[in-house]
Nanobody, 124 residues
Framework: QVQLVESGGGLVQAGGSLRLSCAASGHTSSTHVMGWFRQAPGKEREFVAGTSWTGGIIYYANSVKGRFTISRDNAKNTVYLQMNSLKPEDTAVYYC?????????????????WGQGTQVTVSS
C-alpha cells in the first residue's frame, strides 16, 4: 500500500503562485510515476502533470504548460507542483497520484494510489 498526503493548497489571487507538495509513504516502489490531477466542480478529473522516477520524462497538460512545474525529491519521497501565473480556471481540488509505471501517462485509470486532495482557489 501507498499513502499520499497533499498539502499547500489555498486561496490566491489571479497571477499569484502556490506550491503543492505530496508526501508518499508505504511501498514507495509503487511510485515510480507520480502525477498531479485536478477536478473542478461538475467536471471530470483531469491530468495536470506527471513525472518519471528520475524526472527525465515529464508531461504537462496544454492548459498549464509554461506556468506549472512538477518535480520530485526521491530522498524525501515527495513530489511538488509549482503553480505560477494562476488563473481563476485553475480553481479545483488537486490530487496527487502514484503509478508503478514505467510509462508516464495521463489516464486516471493508470494510477493506483491517490491522495485526499487539496483545494486551490484562484480569485479574479
Amino acid at each position: 500500500q501507498v499513502q499520499l498526503v497533499e498539502s499547500g493548497g489555498g486561496l490566491v489571487q489571479a497571477g499569484g503562485s502556490l506550491r503543492l507538495s505530496c508526501a508518499a509513504s508505504g511501498h514507495t516502489s509503487s511510485t515510480h510515476v507520480m502525477g498531479w490531477f485536478r477536478q473542478a466542480p461538475g467536471k471530470e478529473r483531469e491530468f495536470v502533470a506527471g513525472t518519471s522516477w528520475t524526472g527525465g520524462i515529464i508531461y504537462y497538460a496544454n492548459s498549464v504548460k509554461g506556468r506549472f512545474t512538477i518535480s520530485r525529491d526521491n530522498a524525501k519521497n515527495t513530489v511538488y507542483l509549482q503553480m505560477n501565473s494562476l488563473k481563476p480556471e485553475d480553481t479545483a481540488v488537486y490530487y496527487c497520484a502514484a503509478s508503478p509505471g514505467p510509462k508516464v501517462v495521463g489516464g486516471v485509470q493508470e494510477y493506483n494510489y491517490w491522495g485526499q486532495g487539496t483545494q486551490v482557489t484562484v480569485s479574479s
